[in-house]
């Protein structure tokens, strides 16, 4: 046990596991397959108190810190679905912790508190065909008219976007760039909303991203989170956990594939002996299990640093994080598929479709080219 987790985190990560592998990785291939997977996943994670780990008590949440979000996102990776795991990921960690943060008691009463639950299921709906990693280039619009928010525009790439029950969106509400930005919740049932495609993505095959449409769009002004014109900045900050999960995520996803990968090669034989006591193969899992573990020690490094809630977040040691682990990815993934041989090429293998599912992950949240810039702008180079 990590000196930094607790034997309450442990009790916690018990939970978790046992949930993951009773309930979720049993149907890896069949939601995968099937492209979707149940709601009552989401009903069940908040049953569990799942979405609130670190969300306030008095809408549903627990208030812990962030080992206990740790403990989630590393035991996700046992359920061997990188697009259930995005789905939860994105209900608790990226969609809803802008409303705890910002949301009036009224927000966090509809909105949040269901969400917790599991009740109602959340997107948060940022990227547009246009602006992908320069949001500050939105063209979703809400224009003022009374008491009201009339919205028009599109989003894409939006996780969880084609069954959500309401949206965290970004809009323009004044000028062009960042400052014009605002955040705002949008119930799914509004006259004008439309899910105009649900995406076919190459890896996280079971979750829900899909192309939205916003026609005239009518909502009340009390639907605003923060103060208008305010979004932007709260966007970038959002980003913070959300990379910082992922980091965790992909560290768990690469031990695990490494720990798949010993086994096969401890009983699998070939020119008269095991996989695993080829040379070429064991250097090559010592490179990675060393470097994962130095991820893996970057990226605590970074949580321990997010854990003392200070108001500057740890921007560099963030970014790092998700980089190093997300890129590393790449690699392990392809060399465990690789070691497996035919059996890696096929659908019912694991291995075949965490080699999809990683590659996303240098891409959604922040591009690698992304975190080198961030990385690069707190070194001043």
Same mark, same amino acid.
């Given at each position: 046990m990590d000196e930094r987790f607790t034997p309450e985190h442990e009790a916690f990560r018990r939970t978790v596991r046992q949930f993951v592998e009773k309930e979720l990785a049993p149907h890896a291939l069949e939601w995968d397959q099937a492209g979707e997977?149940?709601?009552?996943?989401?009903?069940?994670?908040?049953?569990?108190?799942?979405?609130?780990i670190s969300h306030d008590p008095a809408y549903g949440g627990s208030g812990l810190d962030a080992w206990y979000v740790a403990v989630f996102a590393e035991e996700l990776a046992r359920a061997q679905n990188g697009g259930v795991a995005m789905s939860l990921m994105v209900q608790g960690q990226m969609a809803?912790?802008?409303?705890?943060?910002?949301?009036?008691?009224?927000?966090?009463r509809e909105f949040l508190a269901? %969400? $917790?639950?599991?009740? #109602?299921?959340?997107?948060?709906?940022?990227?547009?065909?246009?602006?992908?990693?320069?949001?500050?280039?939105l063209r979703t619009t809400a224009r003022r008219d009374g008491d009201d928010y009339v919205i028009s525009g599109a989003k894409t790439w939006i996780s969880n976007?084609?069954?959500?029950?309401?949206?965290?969106?970004?809009?323009?509400?004044?000028?062009?760039?960042?400052?014009?930005i605002s955040l705002v919740t949008l119930p799914t049932d509004v006259k004008g909303f439309a899910v105009s495609k649900r995406l076919q993505k190459v890896g996280h095959r079971s979750s829900d991203m899909a192309i939205l449409y916003f026609e005239d769009c009518r909502i009340p002004a009390r639907y605003v989170l923060g103060r208008e014109n305010d979004g932007f900045f709260h966007i970038m900050n959002s980003f913070h956990a959300e990379r910082l999960v992922t980091a965790l995520y992909t560290?768990?996803?690469?031990?695990?594939?490494?720990?798949? %990968? $010993?086994?096969?090669? #401890?009983?699998?034989?070939a020119f008269g002996q095991r996989l695993i006591d080829f040379q070429v193969w064991r250097h090559t899992f010592v490179d990675h299990h060393t470097r994962v573990e130095a991820a893996r020690q970057l990226t605590y490094h970074a949580v321990q640093l997010f854990n003392r809630k200070r108001k500057q977040k740890p921007v560099k040691e963030i970014a790092m994080a998700k980089l190093l682990t997300t890129e590393l990815a790449q690699r392990v993934a392809y060399d465990c598929q690789q070691f497996h041989g035919g059996m890696g090429y096929v659908e019912e293998s694991h291995v075949a479709r965490a080699w999809r599912d990683v590659r996303m992950l240098t891409i959604g949240g922040g591009t690698s080219e992304v975190m080198k810039e961030i990385i690069a702008g707190t070194l001043a180079l």
């Open positions: 997977f149940p709601r009552e996943v989401f009903r069940r994670c908040g049953e569990l108190g799942f979405f609130g809803t912790p802008v409303i705890n943060e910002l949301g009036t008691d009224e927000q966090k269901p %969400a $917790l639950a599991g009740e #109602r299921i959340a997107a948060l709906a940022m990227s547009e065909p246009d602006a992908g990693s320069d949001l500050a280039r976007g084609a069954r959500a029950d309401f949206l965290v969106l970004a809009v323009r509400t004044g000028g062009e760039g960042a400052p014009g560290v768990a996803v690469m031990e695990g594939l490494l720990r798949e %990968a $010993l086994r096969y090669g #401890r009983e699998r034989k």
